[in-house]
């Protein structure tokens, strides 16, 4: 277990919680703008920690360029003073009378989003051109997650040419998030990268010989981001990792992001020993994700060899192989398996300095609404 997470004063904290380390957030930071090469090339995404706090320390370290999810989640950052927040998901309904919103309160801050479609296109135009305003829209690329995006080729094409004849839109470049490029070894995901940038950059070239902007290209989450920032050679690469800053078990898997550490721990108690080999935890699957694979939802730290055998709403039920001496009430500490979805399980995470528990933030953005 890092030394750092050791608390003190054990007695006193409630459980189920989620600790923030601050001290080991700022050293993720360091470690991520190190690898990008500067901070002109980093926009991550907000989703994973969705505080003010964070998004502070982050713009302290000077990233100005960040991504969200949501609308709340623009609001946040907008909130705190970043410059330029690009909303990476498509705005349909009243998300886009919330954006004209936004636009409108915080104009120190250049908001941009998204598109896949010509009938988004339509609504974006029509409803920025009735307040006069004009923002970046990136089109997003299908480059093989199939979730959201357009394909790469001349559908894709002409919807980019098209933003450059329509009222209120402005040509931003392309989003290429590819969450698919995940597996383990380096190299594969480095040839991915690759070969999605050779299918990319041609339709950039293009554009631009026909005379339209492309700015940027948004590229990558946390698996593929140490590919796209070794690459150097592409001129306006934008890496967009998000969990970095938190980090958690599964990402721990890649021995390239080795740099960073996880700033984000479960505290657990035992509530129950229903069986000589069995241990319940109050860490049920409303304080920690459940979408990773129930045996990876967390790792026990200085915990002896254990299997996740039961994940209930408030239960967490480990198998162990051999005899523990742990009672009910013991305090026990556990990193996510997944940290995104763990923190927006938390209306408020206790923050850690030196061994004591020194101040409770609040996790704003896990709502979908904040005051737009």
Known sequence: MHPAYKLIDEASVFTPALVFYPALIRENIAAVIAMVGGTERLRPHVKTHKTAEIAKMQLEAGVTKHKCATIAEAELLASVGVPDVLISYPLVGPN?????????????????????????????????????????????????????????????????????????????????????????PRADRDASARATLSRVLPMRSALQERGIAVPRLVCGGTPSFPSYAAIRDVDDLECSPGTYVLHDVGYGRYPDLAT????????????????????????????????????????????????????????????????????????????????????????EVLIAEGGQIVARWKVAARDRFLSV
Not at 158 to 175: D, E, I, Q, T
């Open 96 to 184: 886009i009378g919330r954006l004209l919103t936004l636009i409108s309160r915080f104009p120190g801050t250049a908001f941009s989003t998204i598109i896949d479609h010509p009938a988004q296109l339509t609504l974006l135009s029509e409803a920025l051109s009735l307040i006069r305003k004009t923002i970046d829209v990136l089109v997003d690329l299908n480059v093989g997650m199939n979730r959201t995006g357009i394909a790469v080729g001349d559908e894709a094409m002409s919807l980019y040419a098209k933003m450059a004849n329509s009222p209120g839109v402005r040509p931003g470049g392309f989003h290429v998030y590819d969450g698919h490029n995940s597996t383990e």
């Open 260 to 347: 960073v550490t996880p700033a984000a721990i479960c505290l657990t108690r035992v509530v129950s020993r229903p069986a000589p080999n069995r241990v319940t935890l109050d860490l049920g699957n409303k304080s920690v994700a459940a979408d990773p694979l129930m045996v990876k939802r967390v790792k026990l730290l200085d915990f002896p060899e254990h299997t996740i055998v039961m994940h209930s709403e408030e239960h967490l039920v480990v198998e162990t192989t051999v005899p523990v001496d742990y009672l009910p009430g013991d305090l026990v500490y556990a990193i996510p398996g997944h940290i995104c979805p763990t923190v927006a399980l938390h209306r």
